[in-house]
C-alpha cells in the first residue's frame, strides 16, 4: 500500500498495477481495503478477488468487519482507503479530479451570465429602470435585458447541472468520468453491475408481498418509464405480467412455490431469508453478497439453504461472496476462504489451507463460536 | 407467531371473498381501473345535484350554493390526492404543500390576467401551472433528500411558508398583498365560464378529478409505484435493490406537486383571483388532516376523506352557527364554529390515532401495517439479529 500511494492517484486507478487486480475473469477485486469509523479501525488493507462464478467465504470471529467489508462493496459505506473494481472497471475508490466537478456545475451558468452582460454593453442600452413599474409587463420590458436574460437563463442551467448532480444519470456519470473525473458508485450502481446481496438482519419489505417484494428487486430489469405508466402503454402491461411470471418462477427455485400473494412478515423466518435470496436473484447478479444466509436456522433448513447455494452456482453461474459462521457449510461449499479478525485479514486459502492455519485456529479459540 | 399469523392469514382472505353474485363484478372492476373511477366518478357526479335538491339539503342552502361547495371540495380532493402520492407511497412527510397550491395559481394568474397582459387559454394554462408546479416540486424536493421524517417536516414547513411570503414580498411582480384579480375565466368553443353560472365549473371539476384518480392509480401500480412503497418501507433495502432513491423520490415530490399545480390552477381560475393569503400553513394542514383521516395511500379513502372533512369545514360549522343563531341556547349560540375548526380537527385526529389510526378508507395495506405486531419484535428475538451497527 505504501509503494502504491506514492503513485499518482489516476495511476493507481486505471493501470500500472500488475497484480491479479488486472485479471478480466475476476467478477470482483478489493485491493488494500480500510474502513476507519472514528476510532475504530473496522477494515485494515483487506484484499479479496472472486472470480466468476466463484464461491469465496468470509469468515471472522464477530465484529470482525465482515458485514462491514459488504456494505462497502455493496457501494453503501465509502471505504477509507482502497479500491474496488467490478469486472475489471474500478467502481469504488478514492475521488479523483473531484475539484473539476463544482466547475462544471457553475461555470456554463457563469458564463452565460457574462455573455448577457457583454451583450449588454454591446447594445449600449442603460439598464436602469425608470419609475416603479405599475404592472408585471412593464416592470420586464423596461430597460435593455440581455443582462437580466442571461441571469436567468444560468440561473436555470445551473439549477439543471445541479439537478444531475445528485441524480447523477449514467450518461452523466460517463461524460465526467471521460473528463477522469472519479466518484464511487452508490448502491444501485453497484446493483447494475451486477451485484445483488441479502443482509444480515433480513431487509425486506415487510408490508408488501412476497411477489412484489421479487418485483421490486427486478427493478432494473424493467424498462417501462412512468409515461408509460401513466398511459398504460402495451409495453408497460407485457412488462408487468412478465415480471410476474419471472418472479413466481425465482420463487419456485428458492423453494416458495405458491407463496405470491402472503406479505413478507408473515412468511416463517426461513422463508423470510429464502425470498431475500429471491429478490437478490431477480436482477440476474453476477455476483451475489450473502451475509450469513443460514443465520437463525434450523440444521434441516441449513442443509436446504446450502444446497441452495450451490445449485444457484450451478446452475446460474454466478459468484458468491459468503459470510457464514457455521464451519461446515463454509468448509463444504467454498473455493477459497479468507478469514478476518478485528479488521486485519489474517489468513486467505482453500479450506484446507484455512483448516489448518495456526492463526486461524487461535483467532477463533481466542473468541470461541 | 404461527399461530397468529395464520390466523390473520385466513382472516385477509376470507375479506377478500364477497358474499354471492358481487364476486365477479368487483374483479372486473378491480381489473379494470380506469372504468370503475370513471363509473364510480359519473355516479357521484350525478348523484350530487340531485341529493342536494331532497329536503334535509334543499332546505339548508340553495341548490347553486352547494354547487359551489362541491366544486371548492374538488379542489381540495385534488391537493388531497396529490399529497397522498408523497406522503401515503413514498412516505415522505411534507408540511408545506400549499407552496405546490400558491405556485399553480400565481402561474394562471401570471398566464391570463390583465395585470400581466398575457392572456394564454385555460386549457393549457392547466398543463403550465402542473408542469410549473412539478419544477418547483424538484426544486424544493432536492434539498430535502437526505431528510426523513421530523427532519423532512420541518424543512418542508419551511419551503410551505417561504412561497406565499415570496409571492407576498414580490410587490412588482405580484400586486403583494393585494393580490392578482380580474383573471380571466376558462372558456370553451366560444362559451365563456361565469361565476354565476357553477355548473360547468363542476363538470370540469369532476373530470380533473376522474382524471387525476385514474393517472394516480397507474402510478401506484406501476414500477414506480413499486419503488415508492419501497423507499417508504425500506429506503436501503431499496437502494440495494436497484432503485434510484434519488429520481424515485424527486418524481414523488414533482407529481404530488403538479396535482397541486392542477388545482391551483382551476381555483384561481374560478375565484378569478389569487392573493398570498390563500396558501397559509393552515391549507397545508387541511390536506394532511384529509389524507390521514380518509386513509393514507388508498385514493377512493383520500378522496372521501377530502370531501368530507371540506364540507365539514365549510357548510357544516356556518350551518351550526346559522341554528344556533337562530335557536338560542345560551353557551352554544355565542360560540362561533368556524373559529373552532382546527380545534375539530386536532380532536378528530388525535381520536382517529387512537380508534383507528388506518384513516376511515384505509387500503388493504395500511390496514395490515397498523393491525399486526411490528416486524421487528420476533426478528429481534432470534440470537444472530443483535450483531452490527446502525446499518444491519
Ligand atoms: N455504522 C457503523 N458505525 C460505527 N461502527 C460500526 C458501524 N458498523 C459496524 N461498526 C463496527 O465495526 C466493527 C465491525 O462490525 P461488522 O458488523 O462488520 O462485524 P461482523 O464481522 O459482521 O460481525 P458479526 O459476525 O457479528 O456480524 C464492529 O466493532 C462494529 O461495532
Ligand atoms: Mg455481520
Keep these: 500500500m505504501t509503494a502504491q500511494s506514492t503513485q499518482p492517484a489516476a495511476q493507481r486507478l486505471t493501470g500500472g498495477a500488475t497484480t491479479a487486480e488486472r485479471r478480466d475473469d475476476l467478477v470482483l477485486a478489493a485491493v488494500g481495503i480500510s474502513k476507519q469509523f472514528g476510532g475504530l479501525a473496522a477494515l485494515r488493507n483487506v484484499d479479496l478477488q472472486i472470480p466468476a462464478g466463484g464461491i469465496v467465504s ?40 473531484a475539484w473539476l466537478e463544482p466547475i462544471i456545475w457553475v461555470g456554463p451558468a457563469l458564463l452565460i451570465v457574462l455573455i448577457g452582460w457583454l451583450l449588454n454593453l454591446a447594445t449600449g442600452t442603460p439598464t436602469a429602470p425608470q419609475g416603479r413599474p405599475q404592472t408585471a409587463a412593464e416592470a420586464v420590458s423596461g430597460g435593455a435585458v440581455w443582462f437580466e436574460i442571461g441571469i436567468l437563463v444560468g440561473l436555470g442551467v445551473l439549477i439543471i447541472s445541479l439537478l444531475l ?76 405480467e412478465a415480471s410476474r411470471v419471472r418472479a413466481g418462477e425465482l420463487m419456485r427455485m428458492v423453494g416458495l412455490p405458491g ?52 445449485r444457484l452456482r450451478r446452475e446460474l453461474g454466478v459468484g458468491i461472496l459468503l459470510i457464514e459462521h457455521d464451519m461446515h457449510v463454509v468448509m ?38 | 407467531m404461527t399461530i397468529q399469523d395464520d390466523a390473520e392469514r385466513r382472516d385477509l382472505s376470507s375479506g377478500d371473498r364477497m358474499p354471492g353474485g358481487l364476486a365477479p363484478v368487483r374483479g372486473f372492476f378491480e381489473a379494470h381501473r380506469s372504468i370503475s373511477v370513471i363509473v364510480g366518478m359519473a355516479l357521484v357526479g350525478l348523484a350530487l345535484p340531485l341529493v342536494v335538491m331532497l329536503p334535509p339539503f334543499s332546505t339548508f342552502q340553495a341548490g347553486a350554493a352547494w354547487m359551489n361547495n362541491f366544486t371548492l371540495a374538488g379542489v381540495y380532493i385534488l391537493l388531497a390526492l396529490g399529497l397522498n402520492i408523497v406522503v401515503g407511497l413514498a412516505g415522505l412527510l411534507d408540511l408545506g404543500y400549499a407552496a405546490f397550491f400558491a405556485i399553480g395559481s400565481y402561474t394562471y394568474a401570471f398566464g391570463a390576467s390583465p395585470f ?65 384579480s380580474s383573471l380571466y375565466p376558462p372558456d370553451l368553443l366560444g362559451y ?35 419503488s415508492w412503497m419501497a423507499i417508504r418501507e425500506d429506503e436501503l433495502a431499496a437502494a440495494s435493490n436497484g432503485i434510484n432513491t434519488v429520481t424515485t423520490k424527486l418524481l414523488a415530490f414533482a407529481l404530488g406537486a403538479s396535482t397541486a399545480g392542477l388545482a391551483g390552477v382551476f381555483s384561481s381560475a374560478k375565484l378569478t383571483f389569487t392573493g398570498p393569503d390563500q396558501f397559509l400553513f393552515t391549507v397545508s394542514f387541511t390536506v394532511l388532516a384529509m389524507v390521514v383521516l380518509g386513509g393514507m395511500g388508498n385514493i377512493w379513502g383520500v378522496a372521501l376523506g377530502a370531501f368530507i372533512l371540506y364540507m365539514i369545514q365549510s357548510v357544516l360549522l356556518k350551518g351550526l352557527n346559522q341554528f344556533f343563531d337562530a335557536v338560542p341556547v345560551p353557551i352554544l349560540s355565542d360560540i362561533d364554529f368556524v373559529q373552532y375548526q382546527f380545534l375539530l380537527y386536532g380532536l378528530a385526529l388525535v381520536s382517529m390515532m387512537l380508534l383507528r389510526p388506518e384513516g376511515l378508507f384505509p387500503s388493504k395495506r395500511r390496514r395490515r401495517e397498523l393491525h399486526t405486531a411490528a416486524p421487528g419484535d420476533d426478528a429481534a428475538a432470534t440470537p444472530a439479529q443483535e450483531a452490527g451497527g446502525a446499518l444491519q
Design chain 2, 116 to 180: 400581466s397582459g398575457l392572456h394564454i387559454p385555460f386549457w393549457p394554462m392547466l398543463l403550465i401551472g402542473a408542469l410549473m408546479a412539478a419544477i418547483f416540486g424538484v426544486l424544493l424536493g432536492a434539498p430535502t433528500l437526505r431528510l426523513r421524517g421530523d427532519y423532512l417536516a420541518i424543512v418542508t414547513l419551511g419551503f410551505g411558508e417561504i412561497v406565499p411570503i415570496v409571492f407576498k414580498n414580490s410587490d412588482t411582480y405580484t400586486r403583494g398583498t393585494n393580490g392578482i
Design chain 1, 332 to 369: 463444504g461449499i467454498s473455493d477459497r476462504i479468507t478469514v478476518l479478525d478485528h479488521g486485519e485479514q489474517i489468513a486467505e486459502g482453500t479450506p484446507e489451507e484455512i483448516r489448518r492455519n495456526p492463526k486461524v485456529i487461535e483467532a477463533y479459540l481466542g473468541a470461541p463460536e
Design chain 1, 58 to 97: 468470509l469468515i471472522g470471529p464477530n465484529g470482525a468487519g465482515k458485514t462491514t467489508f459488504f456494505n462497502i462493496v455493496a457501494g453503501i459505506f465509502e471505504p477509507t482507503r482502497g479500491t474496488i473494481r467490478v469486472d475489471g472497471t474500478p467502481l469504488i475508490g478514492p475521488p479523483l479530479r
Design chain 1, 259 to 310: 407463496r405470491e400473494d402472503e406479505l413478507a412478515r408473515n412468511l416463517p423466518y426461513g422463508d423470510q431469508r429464502r425470498l431475500e435470496l429471491a429478490r437478490a436473484l431477480a436482477n440476474d447478479p453476477k455476483l451475489l453478497l450473502l451475509d450469513e444466509p443460514t443465520a437463525g436456522m434450523n440444521p434441516n433448513e441449513t442443509a436446504e439453504m446450502t444446497a441452495l447455494i450451490g
Design chain 1, 165 to 240: 448532480a445528485i441524480i447523477r444519470p449514467p450518461w452523466y456519470r460517463r461524460a465526467i468520468g471521460r473528463l477522469g473525473i472519479f466518484k464511487s458508485a452508490q448502491p444501485h450502481h453497484m446493483v447494475r453491475a451486477g451485484i445483488g446481496r441479502t443482509f444480515q438482519n433480513i431487509r425486506l419489505f415487510q408490508n408488501m408481498t412476497a411477489l412484489e417484494n421479487v418485483q421490486v428487486g427486478m427493478h432494473l430489469k424493467l424498462e417501462s418509464t412512468p409515461v408509460d405508466a401513466l398511459i398504460s402503454s402495451r409495453r408497460q402491461e407485457r412488462e408487468e
Design chain 2, 192 to 226: 365563456r365560464f361565469s361565476t354565476i353560472e357553477i355548473l360547468p365549473f363542476y363538470i370540469v371539476m369532476l373530470l380533473l378529478v376522474t382524471l387525476a384518480m385514474i393517472l394516480i392509480y397507474r402510478l401506484q401500480e406501476s414500477r414506480l409505484g413499486r
